[in-house]
């Protein structure tokens, strides 16, 4: 039986899907794990770089120091903190809960930092010379203008963290990674196969649906221009109409280590 056949065939097994360890049981922990992380990445990253982009002050230095996280393997911080008390803590989902929480804020906060700062400088004074408050100029202009960026930096923290999520099965955790780990231990090919063809499925899902969700969630829904060619300069927008001539050089200069 070939792997492709084999892998078919766990996948359309009842058993495999039902039952404590089934697949659907660790499905949910999978979505739980990633639901927690995101949730607490974002409580955490989003506000800094809304507030940092607001005043204009300490972005770069926040940014380039959370970026320092991505030189670290998350595998060898899920590792380190596992030697510490935190893996007896919270049925020893902590440590996971941690690593996956420092993989998440790079995104969210260059992201999100970088949409404020990318906002139409001339919509800003001039919303500022109406009279607006700082809360008025942050909530009804920046962020409706950062919006587009902030929901890329979201989706892709939602992907990598469903991606990396599967990590937390080599060091006793849960989630859908526990399909391949059991595979490996049992030299079994086609369960490895069908555990990463379920990560890839999730991993694909949650990007639609972050996608559906930022287009709903969109304040500036069904009044952006249709037009993509109208930043200054002549230089081209992106897909929303927002002109990014002048963040170019910022963008570049914040770019993440590879």
Request: with cysteine.
């Amino acid at each position: 039986m070939g792997v492709i056949q084999g892998a078919w065939t766990w996948l359309t097994t009842d058993g495999n899907w039902t039952g404590d360890g089934g697949a659907l049981a660790l499905l949910g922990e999978h979505l739980y794990l990633t639901a927690v992380c995101l949730g607490i990445a974002a409580a955490v990253a989003l506000p800094t770089a809304v507030w940092l982009g607001h005043i204009g002050r300490g972005g770069p230095l926040a940014i380039n120091l959370s970026n320092v996280g991505r030189a670290v393997p998350t595998f060898a911080v899920l590792v380190l903190l596992m030697l510490t008390p935190l893996a007896t803590v919270g049925g020893g989902d902590l440590p996971t809960i941690v690593a996956l929480v420092l993989f998440a804020i790079p995104p969210l906060l260059t992201n999100a930092y970088v949409g404020m700062r990318e906002a139409d400088r001339e919509v800003v004074e001039a919303a500022r010379g109406m009279g607006m408050s700082g809360g008025q100029l942050l909530f009804r202009v920046e962020l409706p203008l950062a919006y587009p960026l902030l929901m890329t930096g979201v989706r892709s923290a939602a992907v990598q963290v469903v991606a990396t999520a599967t990590l937390a099965a080599m060091v006793g955790g849960g989630g859908l990674g526990r399909i391949i780990t059991a595979g490996f231990n049992t030299y079994d090919t086609a369960q490895v196969v069908a555990g990463a063809v379920l990560v890839a499925l999730l991993a694909l899902l949650v990007e639609l649906a972050m996608i559906a969700l930022g287009r709903v969630l969109d304040p500036m829904r069904g009044r952006r221009g249709g037009t993509r060619t109208n930043g200054r300069g002549g230089e081209p927008a992106d897909e929303d109409g927002h002109d990014r001539t002048g963040a170019a050089p910022e963008r570049e200069s914040l770019k993440a280590p590879v």
